[in-house]
T-cell receptor
Framework: QQQVKQSPQSLIVQKGGISIINCAYE??????FPWYQQFPGKGPALLIA?????SEKKEGRFTISFNKSAKQFSLHIMDSQPGDSATYFC????????????????FGQGTILTVHP | NAGVTQTPKFRVLKTGQSMTLLCAQD?????MYWYRQDPGMGLRLIHY???????AKGEVPDGYNVSRLKKQNFLLGLESAAPSQTSVYFC?????????????FGPGTRLTVT
């Protein structure tokens, strides 16, 4: 049972364009939603994360939008660059405030982003 | 400060063989995790540990065993490898940042079972 569903599987964007990746979750106990970035041959690395008490979080060109009622969240990459080409994973977890799950993450299926120059 | 390291980087096994993957972290993190990554499936948690001497099952534990005899090391064992265990294995460690835990991943081990 995939508790976090991610789309699209792959995405091709031109340099300077906006990349949008969407995720939906089922477990209402989730209260921490990170995004991870993975380059070929490397492990995933934390990119940006959001808590459900805010609807949006921005860090540089990366923005998470969160819709608690719809149980959906998305990653927007503004002014996409070839260096952003990577696999992106959304994830969900239960935080310490929610009773803790010892940091265990439930990942989405991943999106392969290609930014053409 | 090497972060999270994994040994080996690549391995090819025949069906039925056994092996152990080693994960080491030098960040003094309490929690450690083993994930497997398969195309179209994301990363799935195999086992995790909340401290030295403790382990627990994750989402896909069958066919794997783990041990955490030292705080800095987390071992993943395959007693009798099967082709279905062909995957890329990632180890991670984390610490509490108050509200949440930030996980740091190793570079992965690519395992092929023929």
């Amino acid at each position: 049972q995939q508790q976090v569903k991610q789309s699209p599987q792959s995405l091709i964007v031109q340099k300077g364009g906006i990349s949008i990746i969407n995720c939906a979750y089922e477990n209402t106990a989730f209260d921490y939603f990170p995004w991870y970035q993975q380059f070929p041959g490397k492990g995933p690395a934390l990119l940006i994360a959001i808590r459900p008490d805010v609807s949006e979080k921005k860090e540089g060109r990366f923005t998470i939008s969160f819709n608690k009622s719809a149980k959906q969240f998305s990653l927007h990459i503004m002014d996409s660059q070839p260096g952003d080409s990577a696999t992106y994973f959304c994830a969900a977890s239960i935080s310490n405030a929610g009773g803790t799950s010892y940091g265990k993450l439930t990942f989405g299926q991943g999106t392969i982003l290609t930014v053409h120059p | 400060n090497a972060g999270v390291t994994q040994t080996p980087k690549f391995r090819v096994l025949k069906t039925g063989q056994s092996m152990t993957l080693l994960c080491a972290q030098d960040m003094n993190h309490e929690y450690m995790y083993w994930y497997r990554q398969d195309p179209g499936m994301g990363l799935r948690l195999i086992h995790y540990s909340v401290g030295e001497g403790t382990t627990a099952k994750g989402e896909v534990p069958d066919g794997y065993n783990v041990s955490r005899l030292k705080k800095q090391n987390f071992l993943l064992g395959l007693e009798s490898a099967a082709p279905s265990q062909t995957s890329v294995y990632f180890c991670a460690s984390s610490y509490s940042r108050g509200f949440f835990y930030e996980q740091y991943f190793g570079p992965g081990t690519r395992l092929t079972v023929t």
